[in-house]
């Protein structure tokens, strides 16, 4: 069940990124690293951070658990629930977006410090943000929707969603190019997205039989109880998140980097959402159950079924974005105002966030034990240990490694975030990696170290290949070496005989 679920979040996931990747593409041939590109990234990143802190991360942390228990109660009850917090996130998300309208002056010099030294840059930041804002309201109740439907094993839906999003940043900007500037037409268009996401999610909703109608009961108990809950589990179910923005705020002193930033984000974001978010969806749901149960040796052999499959697939992945990362960026965004410095920079900070790639995955992982468990108290301080050390870190190395520097602290921090994650998860149901785990992870190390002397012999034949001045002699270059360096390292596996592990979990 576990495989079956994960392939089908993971290739409507893919999908999503994959349009993700080209708005990313769109915005960098169009503003390259410039101050725009700078104030439009952080207008862009600015509602989505709350939404995946808030939305699809505290709220559907704390909402899923309580929303299984009323399913198992009765339809009617889940629903009459449903339409109570939907109208209560409603109404709070509403008043805090009029708030950052009337504050975003003084938010921007959290949001991002740096931009205050250029009187420009710092208004237009403001503008835009002011103009994406509501769509905080619309992605965090897409999010609460996607999870309704995620926790009676719809994933589909909300896996594809974003898709909608990334389709009318690029179609929205190209048909009002004439009446407005790009930076508007981009920041306009999340509000378009946004309701069209909604208006999706909720006929998905009701083709599953999920339909609610809104309540203002705000009185009942398991409301209450979810708010009780929110304010822990709203810093700690954003740990990734509020790293990423604290490295934003710090990076927007210097000219660029913000937007070097983002793009390299969306880079190793493709396989964090591929591995991280796909097991972070299923997992919550299915441990929830497990754990109502009290089988914990249930709980225990599916979380180390999902930390091999999420290793042999995110220790490669990150063996390839480091070795790989200036071809990558050269043939994906060196087109337009994006320069071959632009890649240089670009790519060391794609190489630096490649080496935090499985700590993010595995924080997905560990994360839900303690949600599924009703504790969100101890990941919150989890939280807040990996963000002090992040915070110093990105400080020091921003000085001597510039936007480099924050990126290596960042996946600093991820790595310490999850240490943390997994030794605190051991307080519920006796958490561990088990031995035979761990000679598999070691294996998974072994096979990925060959690929990684591959890929640096196939430098030495490539190199030349990866810069050509035809694009499809590159690209194609570059897609035959990874290729190979993908079937040598699944060879390795195939002779280790990890594909029966594979095989096995298919089949629970």
């Not at 598999?440 to 990866?466: C, E, P, Q, R």
Request: aromatic share 14%.
């Amino acid at each position: 069940m576990l495989i079956k679920s994960g392939i089908i979040v993971a290739f409507f996931t893919m999908v999503s990124r994959v349009f993700g990747l080209a708005r990313e593409q769109f915005i960098a041939a169009v503003f390259g690293a410039s101050w725009i590109a700078d104030a439009v990234n952080v207008a862009f990143k600015f509602p989505n951070l709350f939404r995946r802190i808030f939305g699809e991360g505290a709220l559907s942390a704390v909402f899923i658990p309580i929303f299984n228990e009323k399913v198992h109660e009765s339809p009617e009850s889940a629903r009459k629930f449903s339409g109570e917090v939907l109208t209560l996130l409603f109404l709070a998300l509403t008043l805090l977006s009029v708030i950052m309208q009337v504050f975003m002056p003084y938010l921007m010099f959290l949001i991002a410090p740096g931009f205050h030294a250029n009187p420009e840059k710092y208004e237009l930041a403001i503008l835009l943000c002011r103009i994406t804002t509501p769509y905080l309201i619309f992605i965090s109740i897409t999010a609460i929707l996607g999870g309704m439907l995620n926790s009676v094993k719809k994933f589909a839906a909300f896996s594809f969603s974003p898709v909608i999003m990334n389709i009318c940043v690029i179609l929205f900007t190209y048909s009002f190019k004439n009446s407005l500037t790009a930076h508007f037409a981009i920041s306009y268009s999340l509000i378009f997205a946004g309701v069209l996401q909604v208006t999706f999610m909720y006929f998905a909703l009701v083709k599953a039989k999920l339909a609610f109608s809104l309540s203002t009961n705000f009185k009942d108990k398991d409301v209450t109880r979810l708010v009780k809950k929110m304010g822990p589990a709203t810093l700690s179910s954003g740990a990734q998140q509020i790293n990423l923005f604290i490295s934003q705020s710090i990076a927007s002193y210097i000219q660029g980097a913000v937007s070097i930033l983002s793009y390299a984000d969306r880079l190793y974001q493709f396989p964090l959402a591929l591995i991280g978010v796909t097991f972070g969806t299923i997992l919550l749901p299915e441990l929830s159950q497990i754990y109502k149960k009290k089988n914990f040796t249930e709980a225990n052999n599916l979380q180390n079924r999902a930390i091999i499959i999420a290793l042999a697939i995110s220790l490669p992945a990150t063996v390839g974005l480091f070795a790989l990362a200036n071809p990558i960026i050269h043939v994906i965004y060196e087109r337009g105002a994006f320069e071959a410095e632009t890649t240089a920079k670009t790519a060391g900070v794609l190489a630096a966030f490649a080496l935090g790639l499985p700590a993010f995955v595995l924080a997905k992982i560990l994360t839900p034990i303690f949600y599924a468990n009703g504790d969100t108290k101890t990941p919150m301080r989890i939280t807040i240990y990996s963000l002090l050390v992040n915070t110093g870190l990105n400080i020091a190395l921003m000085f001597q490694f510039a936007e480099l520097g924050i990126a290596i602290g960042t996946s600093v921090a991820a790595w310490f975030n999850v240490w943390l994650l997994a030794v605190g998860a051991k307080q519920h149901g006796n958490f561990k990696i088990s031995n035979k785990t761990k000679k598999i992870i070691y294996k998974i190390l072994l096979s990925t170290l060959i690929m990684l002397v591959f890929l640096y012999i196939s430098d030495y034949f490539y190199h030349d290949l990866y810069y050509s001045s035809n694009f499809f002699i590159k690209a194609f270059s570059l897609l035959f070496c990874i290729l190979m360096a993908m079937m040598i390292y699944l060879g390795i596996l195939f002779c280790f005989k990890l594909h029966l592990i594979f095989r096995k979990n298919a089949n629970d």
